[in-house]
């Protein structure tokens, strides 16, 4: 019994730590509404692409703790349990400072009036990806 409260414990955790990582993300078609220059766009698109080769490090990252979990399935213990449960909240961690790195730097590039609609279109957006998963049962 104390397992499953241990386990229910670090999946509560998770669980916060995820949606509190996916956070508010621009979707890509918010920059059209900004009306951006042509210089913009170009210093848009070089943040985008350093943004996406991070995006795979976080996804390789994801993978190999999956792999960690998978295998406390027929091996487990409360220290290495601990352990990947502290790996996953490094890596959202990591994940959510990259995004408020971005959103900064695009935030950056921004006239006033573009700044204010920035803002505006961020708080408009809902929580997370906007995208729905399929939850199998």
Do not use: W
Not at 13 to 30: D, N, R
Not at 63 to 74: R, V
Not at 100 to 114: F, G, S
Request: proline letters at 1%.
């Amino acid at each position: 019994m104390k397992i499953f409260k241990q386990l229910s414990k670090y999946l509560a955790a998770s669980v916060v730590l995820l949606s509190l990582s996916m956070g508010v993300m621009a979707k890509p078609g918010i920059y059209k509404e900004l009306d951006l220059t042509s210089d913009q766009k170009q210093q848009l698109k070089e943040m985008r692409s350093d943004k996406k080769q991070q995006h795979k490090a976080f996804k390789a990252s994801m993978k190999s703790i999956k792999q960690k979990s998978l295998t406390l399935l027929d091996n487990y213990s409360e220290s290495e349990a601990e352990k990947v449960a502290q790996e996953m909240a490094d890596i959202i961690k990591q994940k959510t400072l990259s995004r408020l790195v971005h959103h900064q730097a695009v935030y950056a590039i921004l006239t006033d009036e573009q700044k204010v609609k920035y803002k505006k279109l961020l708080s408009e957006q809902k929580m997370g990806y906007g995208h729905k998963r399929k939850h199998h049962h």
